[in-house]
Protein backbone atom coordinates (compact mmCIF):
# COMPACT_ATOMS: atom_id res chain seq x y z
CA UNK A 1 0.00 0.00 0.00
CA UNK A 2 1.40 3.27 -0.93
CA UNK A 3 0.94 6.77 0.45
CA UNK A 4 0.01 9.96 -0.92
CA UNK A 5 -0.41 13.46 0.17
CA UNK A 6 -3.32 16.12 -0.81
CA UNK A 7 -1.20 19.42 -0.53
CA UNK A 8 -1.63 22.32 2.13
CA UNK A 9 -2.04 25.63 1.44
CA UNK A 10 -3.23 24.85 -2.90
CA UNK A 11 -6.70 24.66 -1.76
CA UNK A 12 -8.05 26.23 1.81
CA UNK A 13 -11.76 24.96 2.14
CA UNK A 14 -12.19 24.80 5.98
CA UNK A 15 -13.27 21.28 5.57
CA UNK A 16 -9.42 20.67 6.31
CA UNK A 17 -7.53 23.75 5.79
CA UNK A 18 -5.17 24.69 8.75
CA UNK A 19 -5.41 28.34 10.13
CA UNK A 20 -1.62 28.64 9.28
CA UNK A 21 -2.17 27.99 5.52
CA UNK A 22 -3.97 31.29 5.49
CA UNK A 23 -0.96 32.84 5.61
CA UNK A 24 2.04 30.45 3.99
CA UNK A 25 3.01 31.06 0.44
CA UNK A 26 5.03 29.71 -2.53
CA UNK A 27 8.07 28.76 -0.36
CA UNK A 28 6.04 26.69 2.05
CA UNK A 29 4.45 24.85 -0.71
CA UNK A 30 8.02 24.17 -2.29
CA UNK A 31 9.48 22.97 0.99
CA UNK A 32 6.38 20.55 1.57
CA UNK A 33 6.56 18.99 -2.39
CA UNK A 34 10.10 18.47 -1.71
CA UNK A 35 9.16 16.33 1.91
CA UNK A 36 7.19 14.25 0.37
CA UNK A 37 9.78 13.66 -2.58
CA UNK A 38 12.47 13.04 -0.12
CA UNK A 39 10.18 10.78 2.53
CA UNK A 40 8.89 8.47 -0.42
CA UNK A 41 5.34 9.58 -0.87
CA UNK A 42 3.53 8.24 -3.73
CA UNK A 43 2.48 11.18 -5.04
CA UNK A 44 1.54 15.07 -4.43
CA UNK A 45 -1.73 16.08 -4.97
CA UNK A 46 -3.93 19.77 -6.16
CA UNK A 47 -7.55 20.02 -6.14
CA UNK A 48 -9.45 22.62 -9.28
CA UNK A 49 -11.88 24.90 -9.02
CA UNK A 50 -11.58 27.71 -11.25
CA UNK A 51 -14.14 30.25 -9.35
CA UNK A 52 -16.31 29.79 -6.35
CA UNK A 53 -19.44 31.89 -5.64
CA UNK A 54 -20.24 34.22 -2.94
CA UNK A 55 -22.73 31.94 -1.49
CA UNK A 56 -19.84 29.49 -0.66
CA UNK A 57 -17.02 31.66 0.00
CA UNK A 58 -16.84 31.38 3.89
CA UNK A 59 -17.10 27.60 4.05
CA UNK A 60 -14.83 26.84 0.95
CA UNK A 61 -12.99 30.16 0.46
CA UNK A 62 -11.67 31.20 -2.58
CA UNK A 63 -8.10 29.82 -2.49
CA UNK A 64 -7.94 27.15 -5.30
CA UNK A 65 -4.60 26.94 -7.48
CA UNK A 66 -4.43 25.74 -10.88
CA UNK A 67 -3.41 21.93 -10.60
CA UNK A 68 -1.67 22.59 -14.09
CA UNK A 69 0.52 25.39 -13.15
CA UNK A 70 1.43 24.26 -10.17
CA UNK A 71 2.05 20.29 -10.92
CA UNK A 72 3.93 21.77 -13.43
CA UNK A 73 5.76 24.31 -11.00
CA UNK A 74 6.22 21.53 -8.54
CA UNK A 75 7.92 18.98 -10.80
CA UNK A 76 10.21 21.23 -11.36
CA UNK A 77 11.84 21.06 -7.59
CA UNK A 78 11.29 17.58 -6.88
CA UNK A 79 12.54 14.11 -8.56
CA UNK A 80 10.42 10.93 -7.96
CA UNK A 81 6.89 11.90 -6.32
CA UNK A 82 3.98 11.68 -8.60
CA UNK A 83 1.53 14.69 -9.43
CA UNK A 84 -1.73 14.51 -9.19
CA UNK A 85 -4.90 16.37 -10.04
CA UNK A 86 -7.09 15.53 -7.24
CA UNK A 87 -9.68 15.67 -8.76
CA UNK A 88 -9.67 17.98 -12.34
CA UNK A 89 -13.08 19.06 -13.19
CA UNK A 90 -12.43 18.18 -16.80
CA UNK A 91 -15.81 18.67 -17.77
CA UNK A 92 -15.44 22.48 -17.61
CA UNK A 93 -12.78 22.33 -20.15
CA UNK A 94 -12.41 20.93 -23.87
CA UNK A 95 -10.72 17.88 -23.86
CA UNK A 96 -8.12 19.00 -26.44
CA UNK A 97 -7.65 21.85 -23.97
CA UNK A 98 -6.89 19.80 -20.90
CA UNK A 99 -4.95 17.19 -23.13
CA UNK A 100 -2.43 19.67 -23.86
CA UNK A 101 -2.30 21.10 -20.38
CA UNK A 102 -1.72 17.48 -19.11
CA UNK A 103 0.57 16.18 -21.76
CA UNK A 104 2.97 18.80 -21.27
CA UNK A 105 2.95 18.07 -17.19
CA UNK A 106 3.90 14.61 -17.72
CA UNK A 107 6.25 15.34 -21.26
CA UNK A 108 8.01 18.12 -18.48
CA UNK A 109 7.76 16.29 -15.33
CA UNK A 110 9.30 12.97 -17.54
CA UNK A 111 5.86 10.62 -16.81
CA UNK A 112 4.57 11.20 -13.16
CA UNK A 113 1.27 13.08 -14.24
CA UNK A 114 -1.85 10.87 -12.38
CA UNK A 115 -5.09 12.40 -13.64
CA UNK A 116 -7.39 12.47 -11.39
CA UNK A 117 -11.34 13.72 -12.90
CA UNK A 118 -14.26 14.68 -11.07
CA UNK A 119 -17.78 15.96 -12.01
CA UNK A 120 -17.85 18.81 -9.86
CA UNK A 121 -20.42 20.22 -7.59
CA UNK A 122 -20.34 24.19 -7.78
CA UNK A 123 -23.34 25.11 -10.30
CA UNK A 124 -22.32 29.10 -10.48
CA UNK A 125 -19.04 28.04 -11.35
CA UNK A 126 -20.35 25.82 -14.62
CA UNK A 127 -22.75 28.23 -15.86
CA UNK A 128 -19.79 31.14 -15.58
CA UNK A 129 -18.40 28.83 -18.30
CA UNK A 130 -20.86 28.02 -20.26
CA UNK A 131 -20.98 24.11 -19.64
CA UNK A 132 -24.61 22.61 -18.60
CA UNK A 133 -24.52 21.77 -14.70
CA UNK A 134 -27.32 19.11 -15.32
CA UNK A 135 -25.72 17.15 -17.91
CA UNK A 136 -21.97 17.29 -15.83
CA UNK A 137 -21.78 12.99 -15.48
CA UNK A 138 -22.69 12.46 -19.42
CA UNK A 139 -20.10 15.26 -20.00
CA UNK A 140 -17.54 13.80 -17.39
CA UNK A 141 -18.35 10.32 -19.46
CA UNK A 142 -17.65 11.11 -22.54
CA UNK A 143 -14.58 13.83 -21.69
CA UNK A 144 -12.45 10.71 -19.96
CA UNK A 145 -12.90 8.98 -23.20
CA UNK A 146 -11.76 11.77 -25.20
CA UNK A 147 -9.16 12.46 -22.66
CA UNK A 148 -7.33 8.86 -22.91
CA UNK A 149 -7.30 9.27 -26.78
CA UNK A 150 -5.80 12.67 -26.72
CA UNK A 151 -3.36 11.54 -24.05
CA UNK A 152 -2.42 8.00 -26.23
CA UNK A 153 0.87 7.95 -27.99
CA UNK A 154 -0.82 9.54 -31.29
CA UNK A 155 0.42 12.89 -32.45
CA UNK A 156 -2.85 12.85 -34.49
CA UNK A 157 -5.39 11.72 -32.06
CA UNK A 158 -9.18 11.46 -32.92
CA UNK A 159 -12.78 10.61 -30.88
CA UNK A 160 -16.24 10.96 -31.93
CA UNK A 161 -18.68 11.24 -29.91
CA UNK A 162 -21.76 12.81 -28.92
CA UNK A 163 -20.33 16.09 -27.39
CA UNK A 164 -17.02 16.38 -28.65
CA UNK A 165 -15.09 15.15 -32.16
CA UNK A 166 -11.82 15.34 -33.00
CA UNK A 167 -10.02 13.83 -35.79
CA UNK A 168 -6.50 15.17 -37.84
CA UNK A 169 -5.53 17.33 -35.47
CA UNK A 170 -2.05 17.08 -34.10
CA UNK A 171 -0.85 17.77 -30.64
CA UNK A 172 3.13 17.82 -29.44
CA UNK A 173 4.35 17.38 -27.03
CA UNK A 174 3.19 14.02 -26.28
CA UNK A 175 2.70 12.78 -22.72
CA UNK A 176 6.31 10.37 -21.18
CA UNK A 177 3.98 7.60 -20.26
CA UNK A 178 2.88 5.16 -23.31
CA UNK A 179 -0.45 5.26 -20.79
CA UNK A 180 -1.14 8.36 -18.46
CA UNK A 181 -3.22 6.62 -15.79
CA UNK A 182 -6.59 8.40 -14.64
CA UNK A 183 -8.37 8.10 -11.58
CA UNK A 184 -12.20 8.66 -11.20
CA UNK A 185 -13.07 10.65 -7.78
CA UNK A 186 -16.51 10.23 -5.89
CA UNK A 187 -18.43 7.89 -4.15
CA UNK A 188 -21.76 8.66 -5.26
CA UNK A 189 -23.49 5.61 -7.28
CA UNK A 190 -22.57 7.17 -10.93
CA UNK A 191 -18.83 8.13 -9.87
CA UNK A 192 -18.01 4.52 -8.41
CA UNK A 193 -19.85 3.12 -11.97
CA UNK A 194 -17.80 5.79 -13.56
CA UNK A 195 -14.81 4.45 -11.39
CA UNK A 196 -15.34 0.66 -12.18
CA UNK A 197 -16.07 0.98 -16.18
CA UNK A 198 -13.87 3.83 -17.25
CA UNK A 199 -11.27 4.50 -14.48
CA UNK A 200 -7.40 3.02 -13.80
CA UNK A 201 -7.91 3.94 -10.60
CA UNK A 202 -11.23 5.13 -7.44
CA UNK A 203 -10.68 8.36 -5.67
CA UNK A 204 -13.53 8.13 -3.02
CA UNK A 205 -14.15 11.13 -1.24
CA UNK A 206 -14.53 10.95 2.71
CA UNK A 207 -15.76 8.03 3.35
CA UNK A 208 -15.58 6.04 6.51
CA UNK A 209 -13.38 3.05 7.04
CA UNK A 210 -16.63 0.89 8.05
CA UNK A 211 -18.27 1.63 4.36
CA UNK A 212 -15.38 1.20 2.61
CA UNK A 213 -14.78 -2.55 1.94
CA UNK A 214 -18.72 -3.17 0.47
CA UNK A 215 -17.74 -0.01 -1.86
CA UNK A 216 -14.83 -1.86 -2.99
CA UNK A 217 -16.72 -5.21 -3.36
CA UNK A 218 -19.29 -3.37 -5.42
CA UNK A 219 -16.45 -1.80 -7.64
CA UNK A 220 -14.87 -5.63 -8.17
CA UNK A 221 -18.45 -6.66 -9.16
CA UNK A 222 -19.13 -4.03 -11.41
CA UNK A 223 -15.64 -4.35 -13.47
CA UNK A 224 -15.77 -8.31 -13.73
CA UNK A 225 -19.59 -7.88 -15.20
CA UNK A 226 -18.45 -5.37 -17.49
CA UNK A 227 -14.92 -7.93 -18.54
CA UNK A 228 -12.37 -5.91 -17.87
CA UNK A 229 -9.61 -7.63 -16.34
CA UNK A 230 -7.16 -4.59 -15.95
CA UNK A 231 -6.07 -3.97 -12.12
CA UNK A 232 -8.39 -0.87 -10.62
CA UNK A 233 -5.92 1.34 -7.88
CA UNK A 234 -8.20 1.29 -5.10
CA UNK A 235 -7.59 4.78 -2.82
CA UNK A 236 -8.80 5.56 0.36
CA UNK A 237 -8.37 8.88 2.45
CA UNK A 238 -6.90 8.27 5.93
CA UNK A 239 -8.13 9.92 9.30
CA UNK A 240 -5.99 12.94 10.40
CA UNK A 241 -2.82 11.49 11.61
CA UNK A 242 -0.33 13.29 14.68
CA UNK A 243 2.77 11.66 15.05
CA UNK A 244 2.76 10.88 18.77
CA UNK A 245 1.09 12.51 21.63
CA UNK A 246 0.10 16.58 20.56
CA UNK A 247 0.47 18.54 23.19
CA UNK A 248 -2.78 20.94 21.22
CA UNK A 249 -6.37 19.68 20.58
CA UNK A 250 -5.79 17.82 17.04
CA UNK A 251 -9.32 16.97 16.84
CA UNK A 252 -11.70 14.25 17.98
CA UNK A 253 -11.15 12.01 15.02
CA UNK A 254 -7.53 12.58 14.61
CA UNK A 255 -5.45 9.18 15.18
CA UNK A 256 -2.24 9.50 17.09
CA UNK A 257 0.29 7.58 19.17
CA UNK A 258 2.98 6.14 18.59
CA UNK A 259 4.02 4.71 15.20
CA UNK A 260 3.65 0.70 15.70
CA UNK A 261 -0.08 1.71 16.97
CA UNK A 262 -0.27 4.31 13.91
CA UNK A 263 0.54 1.54 11.16
CA UNK A 264 -1.81 -0.99 13.01
CA UNK A 265 -4.64 1.04 12.48
CA UNK A 266 -3.57 1.80 8.78
CA UNK A 267 -2.83 -1.51 7.90
CA UNK A 268 -6.52 -2.26 8.14
CA UNK A 269 -7.18 -0.51 4.72
CA UNK A 270 -4.73 -2.35 3.35
CA UNK A 271 -6.44 -5.50 4.19
CA UNK A 272 -9.76 -4.28 2.72
CA UNK A 273 -8.32 -3.81 -0.62
CA UNK A 274 -6.98 -0.15 -0.32
CA UNK A 275 -3.25 0.14 -2.75
CA UNK A 276 -2.88 3.72 -1.97
CA UNK A 277 -4.07 6.19 1.32
CA UNK A 278 -4.17 9.69 1.08
CA UNK A 279 -2.82 10.79 4.13
CA UNK A 280 -2.90 14.15 6.14
CA UNK A 281 -1.35 15.65 9.00
CA UNK A 282 -2.40 18.11 11.95
CA UNK A 283 -0.32 20.74 12.21
CA UNK A 284 0.50 24.28 13.37
CA UNK A 285 2.91 25.55 10.41
CA UNK A 286 5.02 24.27 8.23
CA UNK A 287 7.66 23.03 9.95
CA UNK A 288 5.30 20.96 12.24
CA UNK A 289 3.98 19.61 9.10
CA UNK A 290 7.40 18.44 7.45
CA UNK A 291 8.25 16.89 10.68
CA UNK A 292 4.95 14.49 10.58
CA UNK A 293 5.88 13.74 7.19
CA UNK A 294 9.36 12.62 7.75
CA UNK A 295 8.32 11.07 11.09
CA UNK A 296 5.81 9.06 9.44
CA UNK A 297 7.65 8.23 6.43
CA UNK A 298 11.09 6.61 8.63
CA UNK A 299 8.58 5.59 11.63
CA UNK A 300 4.83 3.70 10.10
CA UNK A 301 5.12 3.75 6.40
CA UNK A 302 7.94 0.72 6.86
CA UNK A 303 5.37 -0.93 8.46
CA UNK A 304 2.00 -0.05 6.21
CA UNK A 305 2.36 -3.80 4.10
Not at 63 to 86: C, I, K, N, Q
Not at 100 to 108: E, F, N, R, S
Not at 195 to 210: E, S
Amino acid sequence: MEYGIQLPIQSQSTMYAEPWEAGAGVADLVEIARAADRGGFAYIACCDHVAIPRRLAEAMSTTWYDPVATLSFLAGVTERVRLLSHVAIVGLRHPLASAKQYATVDHLSGGRLILGVGAGHVEEEFEALGVDFARRGAVLDESVDALKAALGPEEFPSHKGELFSFEGLGQLPRPAQARVPVWVGGSSAPAMRRAALKGDGWLPQGDPRDRLPEKIEKLRRMRAEAGIEAPLTVGAIAEPLYMGEPSWHVGRRTLTGEPEALAESLRAYAAMGVHQLQVRFRSRGRTELVDQMAAFAADVAPHLN
